[in-house]
């Protein structure tokens, strides 16, 4: 079945339909990044540029078509990419890679969408479903994918997930999974706030044991000051092994809280992220982007079994424009860990980015990681990426 689908979405793209709306597009980045972990005599040298290129073709009545390719290659390549043997180094997961990125085909109408093939997937803030747009090879999935608002205005979406393509490439054991997944949200604006619900029937059929079921409910409100906004979310997660899921089993819960003030040039905010553990296993979420939470030094990507409580707090500022870069604003957050089963401590992290524009087209990042880790915990380590991003 996929491999007819993926046919006939090539057949569509490579014959031109109405080529005269065709839309090229390209996107890339060149990035520097450093990782340089206690315990570790070799700190890790990356320099990786990552391109993608495509085409949407439209054809009338809503109907499109879009192809993408990426390729990443290395310019600096003393890192542990996961798969080049260099495991002197510590990990920095952007491996060389030629992939087709996406492929498929989409209708939109009348505030319904359908998308058929291999698409980018982010659902809501990216916790359970994301595309982990900061590693150079995107993560993207082979689904089908309906949203639409009912009459009630409710929105609603369904996904199927048939197999995923993880961000350690074609040549990673690791690199896909095949799936037999459902994906079901909705969400309704309530008056004093939104209500939303994710449901994740998780069944990996490469790796048994990480199969599950996660159901989520949040409630979040927005509320608009005189400059800048007030806005929170609280949200309520339960997750229970599910079918072909292998080992006893198990129930595990997670609470997430976030308060965040935004105003013309400054913001702050303050969050608890709670996932459970029962000294077996945590509360995964292995299609999430895990990079964007538990800090940017990459420590918590798996659960640990004891499950995780993160206590952080950050702010913002925006400077304007400057000489070199205009846009230019700045994020600092700190983060306090420890395992939610037993409350023994993990460490600390301090997380700073800076992003900026040199072009309208060209836009520039720092972000520093410095991972304080406690006695007895993970090692302490400190990543630094330098990136250049462009598109056309």
Partial sequence: MRAILFSGLALLATTGVAAADDILHLDGRI?????????NANTAEALSWRNRLGAEFSFGQGWSVLVEGEHVFHLIDDFNDTV???TQFPVIADPEATELNRLQLAHASDGRSFVLGRQRMVIGDSRYVGNVGYRQNEQTFDAVRLDFETAGGIEFGYAYLDRVHRIFGDD????EWDLDTHLVTASSALGAGTLSFTGLWFENQDV???????????????HALESGQFDYYVEFANQTDYGNATGPGYDLSALRL?????GERFGGWVGLESLDGNGARG?????ATLHKFQGFADVFLGTPANGIRDLYVGGSAGFGDGALLSNRSVNVIWHHFEAENGGADYGSELNIVFNGRVTERVGFQLKYADFDGATGGPASRERLALALSYSY
């Fill in 283 to 287: 509360f995964a979420t292995p299609l």
């Fill in 84 to 86: 080049n043997g260099q």
């Fill in 208 to 222: 048994p044991g990480m199969s599950s079921q996660t159901l989520a409910i949040q409630w979040s409100h927005v």
């Fill in 258 to 262: 976030q308060l965040r003030m935004r």
């Fill in 172 to 175: 990673s054991p690791a690199g």
């Fill in 31 to 39: 990035r520097f990044e450093t990782a340089d972990f206690s315990g």
